[in-house]
């Protein structure tokens, strides 16, 4: 099994940044492509990022291209999101999981059990 402890959300206004953290313990951390996820309020969980094990390979949804960038350090068992030119829209819980593949990360599929997420608010 996968523990995952998510951190770094907060307050923000439009336009803002924000890092988060997700930290991995349990199977081996490095042989799992990781991803980002968030439920926005009254809304279904949907993908955000994903990266491949090694790194050399990401995916980002359409909505957070070219603002958000997902990576990762395998010698802290720890992947991150960096989140720039943020709108009220980003505003949500994000949480992030473990699968094989980038592929399986997209649909949904995850093989550890969902944290606690960390919220964030993006303010007009």
């Known amino acids: 099994q996968v523990q995952l402890v998510e951190s770094g959300g907060g307050l923000v206004q439009a336009g803002g940044s924000l890092r988060l953290s997700c930290a991995a313990s349990?199977?081996?951390?490095?042989?799992?492509?990781m991803g980002w996820f968030r439920q926005a309020p009254g809304k279904e969980r949907e993908f955000v990022a994903a990266?491949?094990?090694?790194?050399?390979?990401?995916k980002h949804a359409d909505s957070v291209k070219g603002r958000f960038t997902i990576s990762r350090d395998n010698a802290k068992n720890t992947v991150y999101l960096q989140m720039n030119s943020l709108k009220p829209e980003d505003t949500a819980v994000y949480y992030c999981?473990?699968?094989?593949?980038?592929?399986?990360?997209?649909?949904?599929?995850?093989?550890?059990?969902w944290g606690q997420g960390t919220h964030v608010t993006v303010s007009s």
């Open positions: 999981n473990a699968e094989r593949t980038i592929a399986m990360l997209v649909q949904g599929r995850v093989i550890g059990s």
């Open positions: 349990g199977r081996t951390f490095s042989s799992y492509a």
């Open positions: 990266i491949t094990w090694t790194g050399s390979g990401t």
